[in-house]
């Protein structure tokens, strides 16, 4: 009997905490967060590489509030989001994510038009980064 009470006052004392004050993931182990982010990241890694692209700054712009609203709503404070974006660790993972995804499509940083290439595949496609880019 006293372990059923001990289970129960446990359960209602869990359930009494905020979310806020539980255990969140880190925001790179959070697939809604960080594979739009990193979309838009790759995007503008493009754009900045292929004269004939530009980057659709306004709906890029809208994604990233669409996340920070999305990582509110799980509990992320603008200050954890902040970090997260702001963190050197964080960048030099992301470049080496983004790095990883072009060698595997055969994107170099000395060919310029191999971004070019790519980017106007991933906008063929309707892809997650193609829907970031326009052709100029």
């Known amino acids: ?9 446990s359960a209602v004392a869990l359930a009494l905490v905020p979310s806020s004050l539980l255990a969140k993931p880190p ?3 959070v697939a809604e ?3 739009p982010l990193f979309a838009v990241a790759v995007a503008k890694e493009i754009a900045d590489h292929c ?4 980057a659709r700054f306004w ?5 990233l509030r669409r996340l920070r609203a999305r990582a509110n709503d799980l509990g992320y404070s603008d200050t954890e989001i902040r970090a997260y974006i702001g963190s050197d ?5 992301m470049r080496a994510k ?4 072009f060698a595997s499509r055969g994107v170099s940083y000395g060919k310029p038009e191999s971004f070019c290439a790519f980017g106007r595949t991933e ?8 829907v970031l880019l326009r052709a100029k």
């Open 123 to 130: 906008i063929k496609n309707n892809s997650a980064i193609g």
């Open 1 to 9: 009997m006293k372990r059923v009470v001990l289970s129960f006052v």
């Open 89 to 93: 660790t964080e960048k030099a993972r």
């Open 27 to 29: 925001l790179r182990s």
């Open 59 to 63: 709906k890029g712009a809208g994604e």
């Open 33 to 35: 967060i960080e594979e």
């Open 51 to 54: 004269d004939s692209l530009s």
């Open 98 to 101: 983004g790095e990883t995804l």
